[in-house]
Structure formats: C-alpha cells, structure tokens
C-alpha cells in the first residue's frame, strides 16, 4: 500500500480534532484546539468562522511536528464536522454574520411558517426530515427576516466543513450528507427541491454545488499552504457531515448494517438503500458518504447526558468515595448497577431532561423516577438510568427493525466503554453487541476512510472493516427477555401517561420564569 497519511479535522461543536491515520488504518496521532461558542440572546448560539481556521491551522501544524510527519507526506485531507448550519458568505468567502449552529433555535416562528407553507408530511417525504427550527432552512429565513442586508448581499449559504474547504481551495461546495441537514435538499433525487426553494419563498442561487463526499473539491492553495502548513497542491477531499463519517467508521458500509452512539446524546442508525419514511415522522434520513446509501437516523437527547446528570447531583458520596480509593466515579455507579435486579426493582427512569428528539419530538417531555419505594437502593437508581436509555433507544430501533432486520449493533462513543451498560441494552433489545477497536475516533476515522476513497487509495468504503474491526461481542441474556418486554411496555405506558402533567408544567415554567421562584413557591 501507499506510503503516506491520511489526515482528518473533525469540526465539533466546541473544538476542532484533528487526527493522522496511517494507510493501514492505524491511527498515529491527534491534536484539539478548542474555540468559544456566542450565546448573544435566548435560543440563540453561534459561532465564528474563524475560529475554525485558526484550529485548522494550529491543529494541522502542531500534529504534524508532534507526529514527526512532512507536509509533503500527507496524502489528503478530509473532513467531518458539526451539521444544520447556517454560514452566509458572499462573493469572495467572507462571512457576513457570524454561523447560526445546529444548536441554535431562535427560528421557532419560522418552522411553524414553513409547515404552513410546505406542509409537514410533504415536506418529510421530500427531505427525509422533519421540518425543523434546527434545520438550516428555519435559520436562512430567519436571517431573511431579521438581517435583510446580510441576505441581500449573501452570496452562498454554507456548512463549517464548507468554510475551511474554501480556505483551502477557494472552492465553495457541500456534499449530499450536510445537504441532507437543510430542510432543502430532495434526498432521494439528491438535488436542492425547486419545490421546497419556492415554497419557503428562498434564492435558489443560494445553495452551493453539490458532490460526492469522496470527491475532490480542490488542492491546497500557496497560500493556505503558508497559513496551515500543508503541501501546496495537497488534495482536498469534501467529507461530510459528523454523523454520516461516524457510521463509516463504525463500519457501516452496508445494508443491513447498524450501529449505536453513546455519547451525551445517543443516535441508532443503519445503512440502507432507500430513505426509511416513518409514517408518524418519528425519525429521519441522512445521505451515507457512500452516495448509493442513506442512514436512517434517530437520535435522543440525554443518554450519557442522564447519567451524568445522576452522577453530578446524586452520586456526591461515590464521587468522594471514587476520589479516596483512585477509583473513577463511574466505575463505582457501574458496580453498583450491576449488583442491583434488572428492573432496577421497579423502578423506571425517563430519560427527558432537555425534551426529546427523536422518537417522541417532545420539548415540554422531562426526566423522572416513577416507582421509588422505601426499599429502594442506589444501585436501583444506577441500573435503573441505564435500562431508561435502552428503553427509550428500543423505541427507535423498533421503528426500523419494522422494514429492515437489526439483528447485530456496532456500538461506539465513550458510553460504549462501560460494560455493564453495553449488557443491559444487549438484555432490553435482544440483540448482540459488536464493540470496535475504536469506539471514540470513529468519526474521524470515517472522514479519513472517505479521503482514501477520494484519492483512490480505497477501491470503496469498505475499507473500514480492516481499519475498525470489531474486537468483542455482547450477547443478550434470553432468560431476561420476558422481564425487559414487559418493563419496555411500563416505560412507553408512563411517558404516555405523563404527557399532560409535562405540558401543565411547561405552563407553569412560563408563568415564573428561570430563577423567579422565591422562598415557598419554587416549582
């Protein structure tokens, strides 16, 4: 094989990681540069594009020094990064406002315009998503709105990946899987909907050229090659989305094939052919950076998010006890989780402390224990955060094990290393666990993957079974099976069961206000 590295930048949303990889998949090393995110207002969260030059730069240069690696020995670059953006640049690349994030949801009124416009169920037959406050669409109209100059003198509308290759390169291109993020782009034909443009009344001209992920948008200009320290004329291959370039890392190359993040929030998703339409809209659909593929996606809010959140408020005793014997926190709670009945004895967690995406599309929907009891034990709670994940997760997988046998999941994210977690979802979905040897660099890796494909070092993405292959396996225990159905049951009987309360207390949010309460009166 080729002698040479592949280089990755993975554009998250509080820093920029940048990883070299060798062409047998072995990953070399890897350099962070954080940046700030704005807060500037209520719902609103941005960041500034250059900010992400400077990490590009910083990264690239500091990696290559530490790795002891030549310019001239990188083969390509490729990227993944954050997704639903909104960046307006005009004719030269020069941004006009700072990048509206995919966190950012000052566009509320606008998705419920949009609806009106479009039509929900229309809309989500054409783009494979719901439309969404989230989405880039929301975001370019809210800009049209409420900075009508920026708009006016706009000349694209970008992604953050789009950005640096266009410091690279001078090109201004996105690809399928971030135009799959907009609310704009007919994912089955993979072309902008003229449909959905009109409707929303937006400039076509707007939306950049589209391409492969594993095309190559352009080289290493003189310049960006004095900025960054690349080789001048070093391919730049366009990459895609975050979510897309983890499933090629987590090997997920082929139909039928499936895998689950467990991070702070938790995804499941698997390749297919076609885009999966959920009739009730409860998930949604990117384009694989393989172009033939889609990934059918839902995503829940607080996974590891709920168990860091029990730590943090209720596990102060185990963090001090963690601290005394060298031990981590969570191996303690894990312990302890494990020792206590599945079922966590009667007791069930909702896992809704920031609403809900994906299966439920509920914001009012918050956490809870339902079933304490007297004899209730730590390890109860512990073991009972975990099945609520898993529960609410099974939800999901359900959807799409109803057209499309699920019967193995690639598990990766930081969540994947706890064991006694990766038990219970094995136990709660009755289905094996495969772990790879790199559950948390699996998105860069997939980045890497698809620059390889892009320069013809890869025949295909299927590369990434010899770069990630799986190491070990999690069998369900059958003999749980009945007791896990039935709780799965309680678990969707008491969310459905708690929908009005939420909605009551959403109300009553409303009337105090954050940090309003006083003395008696706190809700």
């Given at each position: ?15 920029n ?9 072995r ?14 207002h ?23 020094e ?39 949801s000052?566009?509320w ?6 609806r ?7 809309a ?13 669409a ?5 800009v ?21 290759i266009?410091r690279l ?31 929303f009344g ?26 960054c ?31 689950n ?17 959920d009739p ?11 172009p ?26 185990e ?8 031990r ?68 999901i ?18 969540g ?10 094995a ?10 040897t ?25 590369a ?24 799965f ?35």
């Amino acid at each position: 094989m080729t002698n040479g590295y592949l280089l990755a930048h993975d554009l998250g949303t509080s820093g920029n990681k940048a990883t070299l990889y060798d062409t047998e998949g072995r990953l070399v090393d890897s350099a962070i540069y954080t940046y700030q995110t704005l807060y500037p207002h209520s719902r609103w969260v941005e960041q500034n594009p250059e900010d992400w030059w400077t990490a590009v730069c910083v990264t690239t240069r500091a990696l290559l020094e530490k790795a002891a690696v030549k310019a001239s020995d990188i083969l390509c670059v490729s990227f993944s990064a954050q997704m639903m953006g909104c960046l307006l640049v005009d004719g030269q690349g020069v941004p006009l406002r700072p990048m509206i994030t995919w966190a950012d949801s000052r566009a509320w009124a606008e998705e419920a315009w949009m609806r009106a416009q479009a039509g929900a169920e229309r809309a989500y037959r054409i783009t494979g998503h719901r439309l969404g406050a989230s989405y880039s669409a929301a975001k370019l109209l809210w800009v049209k709105a409420n900075e009508p100059d920026v708009y006016r003198r706009a000349d694209k509308m970008i992604h953050a990946k789009d950005y640096i290759i266009f410091r690279l390169t001078g090109r201004l291109v996105t690809d399928f899987s971030d135009a799959s993020g907009t609310n704009l782009l007919d994912i089955e034909k993979k072309v902008w909907s003229d449909e959905l443009v009109s409707a929303f009344g937006l400039r076509r001209d707007l939306l950049p050229e589209l391409r492969p992920s594993a095309d190559v948008a352009g080289r290493v200009t003189p310049a960006a090659a004095r900025a960054c320290g690349l080789a001048e004329g070093t391919p730049v291959v366009v990459g895609g989305g975050d979510g897309s370039c983890a499933c090629v890392g987590a090997g997920v190359v082929a139909e039928g094939l499936a895998y689950n993040v467990i991070g702070t929030s938790s995804w499941i998703s698997h390749a297919a052919r076609r885009p999966h339409f959920d009739p009730e809209m409860r998930t949604f659909n990117w384009v694989h950076l393989d172009p033939a593929l889609y990934t059918p996606c839902g995503t829940m809010q607080a996974a590891g998010l709920s168990y860091q959140w029990y730590k943090n408020t209720l596990c102060g005793d185990e963090a001090a006890q963690a601290e005394r014997e060298g031990r981590g926190v969570y191996d303690l709670l894990d312990g302890a989780a494990a020792a206590a009945r599945p079922g966590a004895g009667g007791v069930l967690y909702l896992p809704y402390l920031i609403g809900e995406r994906a299966p439920l599309w509920n914001l009012n929907a918050r956490g809870a224990f339902v079933g304490l009891h007297a004899s209730t034990q730590k390890g109860d709670l512990s073991r009972a955060v975990l099945e609520g994940v898993g529960c609410n997760l099974r939800i999901i997988l359900e959807v799409f094990a109803s057209t499309q046998p699920l019967d193995n999941i690639i598990m990766i994210g930081g969540g994947a290393k706890g064991r006694t977690w990766l038990q219970i979802l094995a136990d709660i979905w009755q289905r094996t666990l495969r772990v790879p040897t790199y559950i948390e660099e699996a998105t860069s890796l997939g980045a890497a993957i698809c620059g390889g494909v892009g320069i013809g070092l890869f025949r295909d993405f299927k590369a990434c079974e010899a770069f990630n292959p799986v190491v070990d396996e999690i069998r369900p225990n059958p003999a749980r099976k009945a007791l896990y159905d039935t709780l799965f049951s309680l678990f969707q009987q008491t969310y459905e069961q708690l929908i009005p309360v939420y909605d009551r207390l959403a109300d009553a949010r409303e009337l105090t206000g954050p940090g309003d309460a006083g003395e008696g009166d706190a809700l």
